[in-house]
């Protein structure tokens, strides 16, 4: 007699069928610790018992070695963990009888969001905070894209990553040898931090510069242009501002034509964690 | 790893069930004698050896018949042949190990792609350029186009040995009367933007304003925004600036351009009225 798959194998195997790289789950009483009452999952599906992250791919390697830029300004997201979060969340509905639903993480007010992605992923033990803009890098597959689903389904949660992917051992010989790592050194206008025993000693970065670059055309971009749009006098002036390259470029990126959310991903570039999975023939 | 023997099947049945109608292999080398520098394969990836063409997503025959004209006009383009290249990127990767690159859709600036899909599928042998312009396959007709860039060695397809236009019934047309239906429909000298013949059965475009072709496909969506913005701030009447901004063209251009609908292309004419470009399927 064949073992029953369990309720935790049935769930991922429906989110990496879909398109998800990696899935984990977190049990709810996991986000108390340090998410303020109001913003737990439990605060936006009553009853929520579990949350489950799916990491979507970034760049595919050779997207990394195109020596254009603009192309992985416009092919750098996949947006495919959406996906998966949407399978599992209907799996979960319509075939175990719980509720499911997406968490949101868009901005609502300022750079926050009703819910973090990137503590989600940790509590799912699909990764931890980098040198690089905290961005959450997977001990395999290094930048990955994170969307979770909250349910009231009750699943055995993954534990927390044992070992942090950041510093990898590299980084960390890097440091003690100059006193910087790839990350820190390729963007110190945006990054600082230090490491001590091959852990993060201090982490921090500049997020609103770090922002205006890795989002040079997008929302803000099309706002900001607008405003000199507006208050630009000379109507031949205006003409070159609302048809030149700039504002063009940043009502492709708002519109939903192109893919075209970052621009800069130079800190990730440079990251050894999940290099071999860029390493092709 | 090196690839298996019948790598490029195996690659064109994972396609066919991520969504493509049609899947073809370019030599990446052909494009070195027809595509600018800056825009060939070999300049986006390092090292590509192949270029994978997926091509499907196209309006449906139900959309064709539609009488109303806002049907092709709001939902005749998707992008979900975009995302089946995307995925035919990330399988070569993971199944292969070779790199393989996505390429953009639309353009690097201007008017420019990255990499042109249209003749990427000609070289692919699934698709050739119709009278009209749109790249045209023989079997399944307008469509639209993906492709990956990847350093994998895989074995080529020709381009098509016999073009899918003129049709045969476009070419009975030509004889007798002297133009084709989407000549026709869209005559560059009575304000069209297509003008062209037919030579000893093959058709040869002889002119075709792409400006105009632009605004008339394009009459919503980026360039629609930036004409009504500047219109509107170059307007001194409160009242017609409201208008303006209000109106139906805004209103349907910011349709156009947000995520909330499919409303990319609104002219359809040439299309509509190709025998090649419905393919060869008969519907009931």
Not at chain 2, 107 to 128: C, H, I, N, R
Not at chain 2, 130 to 156: C, Q
Request: hydrophobic share 40%; aromatic share 6%; proline share 7%.
């Amino acid at each position: 007699m064949e073992p029953a798959t369990s309720l935790e194998t049935r769930v991922k195997s429906a989110g990496l069928a879909a398109g998800a790289r990696v899935v984990g789950i977190a049990a709810v009483e996991a986000f108390r610790a340090a998410v303020p009452e109001g913003y737990r999952p439990e605060d936006i599906l009553p009853g929520a018992r579990s949350v489950i992250v799916a990491g979507g791919d970034g760049p595919t390697a050779g997207a990394w070695r195109c020596p254009d830029h603009r192309v992985m300004e416009i092919t750098g997201y996949d947006l495919r963990e959406n996906v998966a979060v949407h399978v599992m969340c209907d799996f979960i509905e319509r075939e175990l009888g719980h509720y499911a639903i997406q968490a949101p993480s868009l901005s609502v007010h300022g750079h926050e969001p009703p819910m973090s992605m990137m503590h989600a992923a940790e509590l799912a033990g699909l990764g931890s905070r980098s040198l690089a803009a905290h961005i959450i890098l997977n001990p395999e597959y290094g930048l990955l894209y994170y969307a979770a689903l909250i349910t009231t389904l009750p699943l055995e949660p993954d534990p927390p990553l044992a070992e942090p992917a950041c510093p990898h051992p590299g980084c960390a010989a890097m440091y003690k040898r100059i006193g910087t790592t790839p990350c820190l050194r390729v963007c110190p206008a945006c990054l600082t931090g230090s490491v001590k025993d091959n852990r993060i000693e201090r982490s921090t970065y500049d997020r609103e510069r770090c922002h205006s670059r890795a989002q040079t055309y997008g929302i803000g971009s099309f706002q900001k242009s607008l405003l000199q749009i507006v208050n630009e006098d000379d109507p031949e002036r205006r003409h070159t501002m609302i048809h030149g390259d700039f504002f063009t470029k940043s009502l492709e990126a708002v519109g939903f034509f192109r893919d075209s959310i970052a621009q800069c991903f130079e800190c990730m570039r440079v990251c050894p964690v999940g290099r071999k999975h860029r390493k092709l023939q | 790893m090196t690839l298996p023997a019948d790598a490029a099947a195996t690659l064109k049945r994972a396609a066919l069930k991520g969504g493509a109608v049609v899947c073809g292999v370019a030599d990446a080398a052909a494009f070195d004698a027809l595509a600018p520098a800056g825009h060939r394969p070999a300049d986006l990836l390092p090292g590509a050896r192949a270029v994978v063409v997926v091509g499907g997503a196209a309006p449906r025959e139900g959309d064709w018949a539609a009488t109303s004209p806002w049907v092709l006009s709001t939902m005749g383009t998707t992008e979900r042949i975009q995302s089946v290249g995307r995925r035919m990127a990330q399988w070569i990767e993971s199944e292969w190990g070779y790199y393989a690159l996505f390429v953009p859709p639309g353009t690097s600036s201007g008017d420019q792609p990255f990499l042109s899909l249209m003749l990427a599928a000609e070289l692919a042998g699934v698709g050739s350029r119709s009278l009209a312009g749109p790249v045209l396959n023989r079997e399944h007709g307008f469509m639209y186009w993906s492709a990956v860039i990847t350093t994998a060695p895989l074995t080529a397809d020709g381009p098509e040995a016999e073009p899918a236009c003129p049709a045969p019934p476009c070419r009975e047309m030509w004889e007798r009367e002297g133009t084709t239906p989407c000549l026709r429909v869209c005559p560059l000298s009575d304000n069209g933007c297509l003008e062209g013949r037919i030579t000893n059965g093959r058709a040869e475009r002889t002119g075709y304003d792409a400006a105009r072709c632009r605004t008339r496909v394009h009459t919503h969506w980026i360039p629609g925004f930036q004409k009504v913005l500047e219109t509107t701030l170059d307007e001194p009447d409160k009242d017609k600036r409201k208008m303006l901004l209000y109106g139906d063209f805004m209103t349907r251009t910011l349709w156009a351009m947000t995520y909330s609908s499919t409303n990319i292309a609104q002219c359809f004419e040439c299309m509509r009225v190709c025998p090649a470009a419905h393919g060869l399927k008969e519907m009931r």
